[in-house]
């Protein structure tokens, strides 16, 4: 047991550190009130960061566009409202529920354009955003509302989904049960079934474009519902194909696919995975290792985990192609879903491994919003 006195002293010790600290800011305060540059701040600084932040989500407006009359006009009845009524509550709900109301209905189809026949339409790449930073959100917000209710749902699945799985590959597992449960295609990222088949299409031409043969056995991570993969299965030799998923509910819509495109002749191979260790598959048994949209969605253990232990599964001559969310920028993740990283971050993770990286420039020339790295034995 302490001594007395000595509990004594500590108690009053910490009441007159924890009584200093709170009477400090009152202390400091209370000369600056008398402060005249203090008091010209406290009026204009909120008008000027309110002007910034509105100069910070208009400035990559199209003024060509149509669409740009909807936050031009919310703008004009925020401003209106509050020279009216002086009331800044009244006049952000009413700039907006305008917003909101002329963008979702009037303006929902004017101006955007249609993709052609048989092409997919992806966005240009933004290599110098942080996606997570607070301009770029309200920026985005003002320019999509319509997306809003969306990304407030999948705020709110985040929160809940990490504080049931605090780690990432039961996290994600429970993401792709709640998205195939709504839509499997949806799952994947894509948001029709032509998408769908467009970009299935594209993975296949690539990989073929670069070698991809029938007797070659591939290994295909994070398979999905073979929105690639039933190519690959019809092109390959039976029972050359090896889909594997950490989402079991993802897999079952992959064998409803196979039964679709008729392909259980083909003998395809689909096993659900509880990391990316591959301790189950045979040493230099696969000649094409592919993860389409994997490590877009994987924190850096995740995928040194998979560099780690690919080399060891592929065989001589092989390659291992993934592509990632690329920036140039700061490296940077929205909620605990999307993943965004230099490409000299995952060149290095792979050499750590005793493996050679390389960035695929002629994939940049192809409709797609993310970049690939092929990865290969060093020699």
């Known amino acids: 047991m302490p001594d007395a006195r000595y509990t004594i002293a500590a108690v009053l010790v910490t009441a007159a550190v924890t009584r200093a600290l709170r009477a400090l800011p009152f202390a400091a305060l209370a000369p600056l009130r008398a402060s005249t540059s203090v008091l010209y ?20 407006l199209s003024l060509t566009q149509p669409r740009v009359l909807a936050p031009l006009s919310a703008l004009a009845l925020t401003v209106g409202l509050h020279l009216w009524r002086r009331n800044a509550l009244l006049s952000i709900l009413g ?92 799952a994947v990222g894509s948001h029709s079934r032509e998408r769908w088949l467009a970009l299935g299409a594209m993975q296949f031409d690539y990989l073929v474009g670069h070698g991809l043969r029938p007797e070659h056995r591939m290994l295909e991570i994070g398979c999905g519902n073979l929105r690639g993969g039933w190519r ?45 260790t591959l301790r189950f598959l045979p040493d230099a048994h696969f000649d094409v290792v592919h993860a389409h949209s994997v490590f877009s969605h994987s924190p850096l253990p995740v995928i040194e985990e998979c560099l780690a232990n690919v080399g060891r599964v592929l065989a001589p001559g092989g390659w291992f192609d993934f592509t990632f969310d690329r920036t140039e920028g700061e490296e940077h ?26 960035f695929m420039t002629d994939w940049e020339a192809l409709p797609h919003g993310q970049s690939k790295i092929r990865v290969t034995h060093a020699e």
């Open 95 to 186: 700039g907006t529920a305008l917003l909101v109301a002329v963008t979702s209905t009037v303006f929902a189809r004017l101006g955007a354009p249609r993709p052609q026949e048989g092409t997919i339409d992806m966005p240009a790449k933004n290599l110098t955003a942080n996606r997570a930073a607070l301009g770029h959100r309200l920026a985005y917000a003002l320019r999509h509302p319509d997306r809003v209710p969306r990304h407030l749902a999948r705020t709110a699945r985040d929160i809940w989904l990490r504080s049931r799985h605090p780690d990432h590959v039961s996290y994600y597992r429970a993401v792709m049960r709640s998205d195939t449960r709504a839509d499997p295609d949806a």
């Open 333 to 358: 993740q929205v909620l605990r879903e999307d993943f965004y990283y230099r490409t000299e971050t995952l060149v290095a993770l792979a050499e750590k491994h005793g493996l050679r990286a390389r």
């Open 41 to 60: 701040l406290s009026t204009r600084m909120p008008a000027g960061i309110m002007v910034i932040l509105v100069v910070r989500c208009l400035r990559d």
């Open 232 to 276: 690959f299965i019809r092109h390959l030799d039976p029972g050359h194909y090896y889909g594997i998923d950490i989402s079991p509910d993802i897999l079952f819509a992959a064998q409803d696919t196979v039964v679709e495109m008729g392909l259980q002749q083909r003998l395809p191979m689909l096993t659900p995975v509880r990391d990316l």
